[in-house]
């Protein structure tokens, strides 16, 4: 008869023939198996806690407040995590990472969700205008950009008219703005310049802006197909 006893502490491998029983030590054996079987619960952070204490996802579905829960619990989203929501989903979900009354509150004690830069452009996205169409559009576009490089180029031409504004009432006049009209306007000053000069910064704008108008063409025949 021969007894192998793998020294690999982490699968606690133990060996033995058929032909004999062989006895271990409840004392240890059993007690590092029963450590490796208790999982602790995964820990939810700084967000979770005040989303719980000013009761922000009070107006979700229970189905929404566990997937959400599960996105927030390590204070961070990625785009492998929003991948698993849709629009709307999406859109809720960064509506209620913050209490509605934050404006109220001392801002030092919200914990900030944590992102990537691609993330915050997609949460951008999704008030970026009156049109929703445009928004969901937007946020698609964001997301399918390849480039971090080409991201930053393709927002600058947005960024820059969000900063012209004064006030409230010009920034409300901003966001009528944006809409079909804008992408065509765009996609033709964007291919008279490229035809000009053809660098790579407007061959970049031009890409992402025909991915644009691609994205808000679907979005818009998606919506007549399901209320058709």
């Known amino acids: 008869m021969q007894v192998t006893n793998n020294q690999e502490v982490e699968s606690y491998n133990y060996k033995a023939t058929k032909t004999q029983e062989v006895k271990t030590s409840p004392s240890?054996?059993?007690s590092l198996l029963e450590e490796k079987k208790e999982v602790p619960d995964k820990k939810e952070g700084l967000v979770l806690a005040c989303i719980d204490k000013y009761n922000v996802f009070e107006d979700l579905s229970e189905d929404e407040k566990k997937r959400f829960r599960e996105i927030l619990a390590d204070?961070?989203?990625?785009?492998?995590?929003?991948?698993?929501?849709?629009?709307?989903?999406?859109?809720r979900l960064f509506s209620h990472m913050y209490p509605k009354n934050v404006e109220s509150l001392d801002k030092s004690t919200i914990p900030i969700v944590k992102h990537s830069?691609?993330?915050g452009l997609m949460i951008s996205s999704?008030?970026?205008s009156h049109d929703e169409n445009f928004n969901e559009a937007m946020y698609r576009t964001y997301r399918e950009i390849d480039t971090e490089e080409q991201r930053d180029i393709f927002d600058s031409t947005i960024h820059n008219l969000n900063t012209a504004y004064i006030n409230d009432e010009q920034y409300e006049q901003l966001k009528n703005m944006y809409g079909e009209s804008?992408?065509?306007n765009m996609l033709s000053n964007l291919e008279t310049e490229y035809s000009q000069n053809q660098d790579l910064r407007t061959k970049m704008l031009l890409?992402?802006?025909?991915?644009?108008?691609?994205n808000y063409n679907d979005v818009l025949n998606e919506k007549k197909e399901i209320y058709a």
């Open 117 to 119: 830069n691609q993330v």
């Open 28 to 30: 240890t054996f059993d």
């Open 75 to 91: 204070d961070n989203i990625t785009v492998q995590e929003i991948d698993t929501l849709s629009y709307e989903e999406a859109k």
């Open 207 to 214: 890409d992402s802006y025909t991915i644009l108008q691609k």
């Open 182 to 184: 804008f992408i065509d």
């Open 126 to 128: 999704t008030v970026m």
